[in-house]
C-alpha cells in the first residue's frame, strides 16, 4: 500500500519559515519525480516546485528564491523549506510522486498558514 505522509505544516508569521515534510512508503521513493503542490481556499491546486529523479529542482515563479526542495532517497523523504513565508502562500500543501512509466500518488496534505 502507497501512502505519502506530510507534515511540518503550522501557523506562522510573514516572515518567517517552515520545512515542510513528506515521507513516502510501499513504493521505490528514488525512481519517482517528486512534486509539491499548494491549494488555497477558492483557487486551484498549482504547482510550487518539483525535483526529478536526479535531484534537479523546479519552482513556480511565485516562491522562487524563497522556498527550495530537496529529497533524500534514503529516508524516503522529500523536503520543502520555506523561508520569508507571505500571507499569499497560506494554503494547503500537498506532495505527490511520479512516475515516467507511470503512477501517480498523492498525499493528505498539510495546512500553512501565513499570519500578517
Known amino acids: 500500500q502507497v501512502q505519502l505522509v506530510e507534515s511540518g505544516g503550522d501557523l506562522v508569521q510573514a516572515g518567517g519559515s517552515l520545512r515542510l515534510s513528506c515521507t513516502a512508503s510501499?513504493?521505490?521513493?528514488?525512481?519517482?519525480?517528486m512534486y509539491w503542490y499548494r491549494q488555497a481556499p477558492g483557487k486551484q491546486r498549482e504547482l510550487v516546485a518539483l525535483?526529478?529523479?536526479?535531484?534537479?529542482?523546479n519552482y513556480a515563479d511565485s516562491v522562487k528564491g524563497r522556498f527550495t526542495i530537496s529529497r533524500d532517497n534514503a529516508k524516503n523523504t522529500m523536503y520543502l523549506q520555506m523561508n520569508s513565508l507571505k500571507t499569499e502562500d497560506t494554503a494547503v500543501y500537498y506532495c505527490?510522486?511520479?512516475?515516467?512509466?507511470?503512477?501517480?500518488?498523492w498525499g493528505q496534505g498539510t495546512q500553512v498558514t501565513v499570519s500578517s
Open positions: 505527490n510522486a511520479r512516475r515516467d512509466s507511470g503512477g501517480i500518488y
Open positions: 510501499g513504493i521505490i521513493f528514488g525512481i519517482y519525480h
Open positions: 525535483i526529478t529523479t536526479g535531484g534537479n529542482p
